[in-house]
């Protein structure tokens, strides 16, 4: 991901065990690391925790979408053992998104929606290039930055 801007988000928040997800999702032109502790107790959550490490290629690849379709090819870094394949929808606006993922967003996935932006019909599959390429028409960077708002508070 040479040259692409890194931001480092520190959330801090009550949630479900099954919102307490560590992996890595890779979008081709995004990808997102989470990096999750999770405690039980009341104010348990003082510690800031350490970036994640640079991930290496693991031999695995996934299709990807870029503007113009979803053909493209990505590699997958460290964890990223599944491919995915899910629809993201804000208003009446909906985009189809494919990458690169850690078991453990699969393991905890379902629809979800954050602030109005809903993810949908997410599928995780196994094997290289296994989640399809298919064309799609609506702009890929018209809904790239509510997608990263999405999954850094999913």
Known sequence: MGGAKV????VKTCGTADSCVSGSMNLGTMKVINNAKCCKTDLCNTEKL???LEQAP????CYSCDANSCSVKV???GSE???ISASVTQGTN???V????SNSFCAASGSTSTSGIGITSMQCCEGNLCNGAENFTLSFLLMIIPLL???LFF
């Open 75 to 77: 590699n997958c870094e």
């Open 94 to 96: 909906t985009i189809s």
């Open 7 to 10: 931001s480092d988000v520190n």
């Open 50 to 52: 350490p970036a994640p």
């Open 149 to 151: 708002s999405s999954v």
């Open 58 to 61: 693991n031999g695995r690849s």
């Open 98 to 101: 494919k990458g690169c993922v």
């Open 81 to 83: 053992d599944r491919c």
